[in-house]
Structure formats: C-alpha cells, structure tokens
C-alpha cells in the first residue's frame, strides 16, 4: 500500500474515507486556524484511496518539542504507526496520542484486549484521555414512534411537558446562532465552573465548519428566549452531540429534554442511521461524579451504551515523554484545584 501526503483537490475523496468529524478535511482546517500544524495522509491501493489519517501537533512549553494528536482514527495497525512515526519524527514530537474510533456495545463480547496488546507491544502506553471511553450510540433506522417508546418513563414525561409549556426548538445555523450560542455557553461555564474554549475558538470553528454544512445550530426558545443552545455535527450518516449550553432561568420547562428528542428526529430527516451522544460515564457509574447528570440525561433516550479502545501514547521520545508526563500532572492538579475553589468562591 502506497502512503503519501494528501492534496488539496482529494479533499472530497478523504472526507468518504474517514469516520468522524475530527478526522474530516475542515476539522483540520479549523484546528490549522488556530495555531496548530496539521498533517493528513493518504493510504493507496492501485492508486484508490483506502484510508487516511489526520494528525494535529500542539507545541510543548518549556519542555520544547510537540505533542500528536490522532482522534478517532482507524483501527491501528503497521501501516497507521509507521506512518505516525514518520509524521512524528517530522514534528519532533515526543508522542502521538491516538484515540481510535473503534468501539464495542457494553456486555457484547470485546477485541479491544487484542488492540490493546498490539499498541503496548508496539511502543504505545496507556494516556491520559482527552474523549471519555464511553458514549451512547442511538440506532436512527428505527421507527420514530419505536424510539420514542425507547425512552425513559421520566425522560419521555419531560419531552411531552417541554412541548405542552410551548418550548420552541428552532434551527438557526447563521453568524447570530453562533453568537446565540457563545452567550449561553459563558453563563453555563460561570455558573458550573467547569472549563470550556472561549469564543474566539467557536467563532473560529463556524467560520471554518459552517459552509460544508457539517456544524448546525439549534436553539430552545421559551418565553422568546433562547433558554439552551446545541451545536450538532453530521458527518457520514452519523449525528453527533458535541456542545450543549443553558441558561439557569426556567430549568422547569424541561427544554434540554425536548431538544434531544427533536435532534433524534432531525437525524432522522437528514438520513443519518446513528446519533452519537458523545461521551457518558461506563456502566457502572459513580453518582458523586460532575458528570453523572449527563450521563443520566443521555440514558433516558434509549441508546446503547459503548466502549471506545481507549486512549494510548505512541512514545517516541521516551525520557522527554517521562518529563512531560510528571509536569502533566502537575498541571492538571492545579487546574482541578482551581476549579474547586471557583465552585466554592463564586465571587472570585
């Protein structure tokens, strides 16, 4: 099999070949846009393309050289690690962190072992996440009234009561949804205290995303307000959920639980057969977790539970690797500690 770099005009070609919005041509374009240095490649046979590969490398303070950045790519394999190394050795990157899009239904039996034995015994060791190893995966192709059947008994009351209090859910993928969305994404991040990219990063993303038609915007109006905001990506006949936002007025009218369900719907009228939830706890999760209201709130729309393969760093400085990983930790520590003390200090 033949690997090269790709062109700009195979920009179509590409996109049919790869899974997951963060592996698609814009997705890269836009991570380009803000800084990072983004690498695809190409995997030919008789000069068709098979499969490719989008990498993005992120500059490492102090330490010097670059951290990779492979999500939700293809099962790995040879050719996929030779080519990373390759990519790598080009960025003087101390590792790759590769996040593979390979999943298996929670209880169904798993090969993720195999997959994991092949990274570790190929220079990879386990790393610290940057997509949770779960998520809920709902099958579109099923009937609409079937789906709604799928609910949670709780989850099916609110959808019906958001509708009866007159939520609205509206489309408005435009500069103003994008705007619409960034003002409740920052109160729910200072009312929460939980991290999110700013503004700047959203804007940069509509600006990029917004013409392939692959990023949409969805509003919950209540009272002619926009009470939440979502930003759904489609990509290959898969809905994806990756960026919610509400507001702390009138949380009784159960507006979150209304969109989902009109997404699910919306998948559904533009042909999608999945609608990933993107991210949740496992199966057996803590309630004291942040995330456990999410968690929940996906469940009740009857999807699957999945595990991913996981995360593993493909090291290829090993004695930098060892230092980045210990200021890592540290950082992370700091930034958990400051994050608990916004939650009790809401003032500061």
């Given amino acids: 099999?033949?690997?090269?770099?790709?062109?700009?005009?195979?920009?179509?070609?590409?996109?049919?070949?790869?899974?997951?919005?963060?592996?698609?041509?814009?997705?890269?374009?836009?991570?380009?846009?803000?800084?990072?240095?983004?690498?695809?490649?190409?995997?030919?046979?008789?000069?068709r393309l098979q499969k490719g590969l989008q990498v993005t490398f992120h500059p490492i303070p102090v330490i010097g050289g670059t951290a990779g950045y492979c999500p939700k790519g293809f099962m790995p394999d040879e050719e996929q690690l030779a080519a990373l190394r390759q990519l790598g050795q080009q960025h003087n990157a101390l590792f790759i962190k590769l996040e593979p899009n390979v999943a298996q239904k929670v209880g169904a039996p798993s090969g993720h072992h195999r997959i994991a034995e092949f990274l570790l015994a190929n220079g990879a060791v386990p790393g610290k996440p940057l997509f949770t190893r779960y998520t809920f995966q709902?099958?579109?192709?099923?009937?609409?009234?079937?789906?709604?059947?799928?609910?949670?008994?709780?989850?099916?009351?609110?959808?019906?009561?958001?509708?009866?209090?007159?939520?609205q859910i509206v489309e408005d993928t435009s500069d103003n949804g994008m705007e619409q969305y960034v003002q409740v994404l920052q109160e729910t991040t200072s009312r929460q205290g939980f991290y999110a990219h700013g503004p700047e990063y959203f804007r940069t993303m509509w600006q990029t995303l917004g013409a392939s038609g692959m990023m949409r915007i969805?509003?919950?109006?209540?009272?002619?307000?926009?009470?939440?905001?979502w930003v759904m990506f489609i990509f290959n006949g898969v809905l994806y959920?990756?960026?919610?936002?509400?507001?702390?007025?009138?949380?009784?009218?159960?507006?979150?639980?209304?969109?989902?369900?009109?997404?699910?719907?919306?998948?559904?009228?533009?042909?999608?057969?999945t609608f990933d939830m993107w991210g949740s706890l496992g199966p057996?999760?803590?309630?004291?977790?942040?995330?456990?209201?999410?968690?929940?709130?996906?469940?009740?729309?009857?999807?699957?539970?999945?595990?991913?393969?996981?995360?593993?760093?493909?090291?290829?400085?090993?004695?930098?690797?060892?230092?980045?990983?210990?200021?890592?930790?540290?950082?992370?520590?700091?930034?958990?500690?400051?994050?608990?003390?916004?939650?009790?200090?809401?003032?500061?």
């Fill in 1 to 47: 099999m033949l690997l090269r770099p790709l062109r700009d005009q195979e920009r179509t070609q590409y996109n049919q070949v790869v899974e997951h919005p963060l592996q698609s041509w814009e997705w890269g374009e836009f991570r380009a846009k803000t800084g990072l240095q983004v690498e695809r490649v190409g995997f030919f046979d008789n000069a």
């Fill in 138 to 167: 709902l099958d579109l192709t099923r009937p609409e009234d079937e789906l709604f059947e799928k609910l949670n008994q709780k989850t099916r009351y609110n959808v019906n009561l958001a509708a009866k209090k007159g939520v």
């Fill in 218 to 229: 969805f509003h919950a109006v209540y009272d002619n307000q926009v009470i939440v905001s």
């Fill in 241 to 273: 959920y990756p960026y919610g936002a509400s507001r702390s007025i009138h949380r009784d009218v159960m507006a979150s639980n209304l969109m989902m369900w009109e997404m699910i719907k919306f998948g559904k009228r533009e042909g999608c057969h």
């Fill in 284 to 348: 057996e999760p803590n309630q004291h977790d942040p995330w456990f209201g999410f968690h929940r709130f996906k469940k009740g729309y009857g999807g699957d539970l999945v595990e991913f393969v996981g995360t593993y760093d493909l090291v290829l400085n090993p004695p930098l690797y060892k230092i980045f990983r210990i200021a890592d930790n540290l950082r992370w520590t700091w930034l958990r500690t400051q994050t608990k003390l916004k939650r009790l200090l809401p003032g500061k």
